[in-house]
């Protein structure tokens, strides 16, 4: 007869850890989806430029390098004669960090929120899903632009108004997640053992739930990046003299006769890394779906 701890092993689930090589069917899956890991190359691309800005930018995003709206430079001068593929990187870093930090404190809140009403239930559950049901009644980009202008513009009230617009997308998801879980067999196993709750929910619960909180992250990323350019569009995001995506296109529309090319490149580039991010989280979805391991095995 088996021990304790060996049926509770037997009850666990396979994880990657515990499975033969379990990322690298994965990753040669991703690799092999050709729109996913074209997806996933540009944000790479994206995320390294991001990250290393200050010191790819040709110039000083306020330094006055040329005569105000003529070609010099790789992508043409702006209105107050600054470098435009400067403030382009700069920017992009600017709305991209942003979009990420919202993403993360909306993940980080939403999940913690959808694992204690998933598994703890009863009114614990009613009190938080009822509120999350309140805040999906307001219009996101309405209540937003609201908020931003009682707080004052400032990117740090952008990211806490983004974040906190995109709790219940996580909250939701996990909470449905856990509810179809809670119940199985190895959930009872360790609560058989003793384990704490805390424990079970971080330990045997998080990673269940983890593929659909992952393709989440990608997909909530490319909303935060079109709320943030809207915001600053509006001037209630970054601030003069940064740049944002949003404040280009803002800055840009001014000119659309004299030179276009300034309402162009950012918005291009704020359609490009939203469809990448799209692409990239679709790809993920069916990559980590079982009903789609077959397809893509």
């Not at 007869?1 to 092993?9: D, G, L, N, Q, R």
């Not at 879980?181 to 190895?186: A, C, H």
């Not at 909180?213 to 350019?229: D, G, K, N, R």
């Not at 291009?268 to 079982?290: E, H, K, Q, S, Y």
């Amino acid at each position: 007869m088996a021990t304790a701890p060996e049926s509770v092993a037997q009850a666990l689930p396979d994880t990657p850890s515990r499975a033969n090589g379990g990322r690298k069917p994965f990753f040669k899956r991703m690799l092999a989806n050709r729109r996913t890991s074209v997806a996933g190359a540009f944000l790479l691309l994206i995320v390294v430029v991001a990250v290393l800005a200050p010191l790819i930018a040709p110039h000083d995003y306020r330094d006055i390098v040329g005569k105000p709206l003529t070609s010099g430079g790789t992508l043409g001068i702006d209105d107050f004669g600054r470098d435009v593929l400067s403030r382009l990187i700069i920017g992009l870093r600017t709305s991209l960090g942003v979009a990420v930090s919202a993403v993360l404190v909306a993940g980080v809140i939403g999940v913690a929120l959808g694992l204690v009403a998933g598994y703890v239930g009863r009114w614990v559950s009613t009190i938080i899903m009822r509120g999350i049901d309140v805040l999906l009644s307001f219009p996101p980009i309405v209540l937003a632009i609201a908020v931003v202008a009682i707080l004052g513009p400032a990117l740090v009230n952008v990211v806490l108004v983004i974040g906190v617009l995109y709790i219940p997308r996580f909250t939701r998801i996990v909470y449905s997640q856990v509810l179809s879980i809670r119940s199985m067999e190895y959930v009872e196993a360790s609560k058989i053992m003793g384990t704490r709750p805390a424990d079970i929910l971080a330990k045997t619960i998080l990673p269940n739930v983890s593929a659909p909180i992952i393709v989440q992250l990608s997909l909530s990323v490319s909303f935060a990046i079109q709320m943030e350019a809207g915001l600053s569009f509006l001037g209630l995001g970054a601030q003069p003299p940064l740049p944002s995506l949003g404040t280009m296109v803002g800055a840009g529309r001014d000119f659309l006769e004299v030179q276009p090319t300034l309402l162009i490149y950012p918005s291009v580039l704020i359609i490009l890394v939203v469809l990448a991010l799209n692409v990239f989280g679709d790809g993920m979805r069916d990559l980590l779906d079982p009903r789609h391991r077959g397809k893509n095995s």
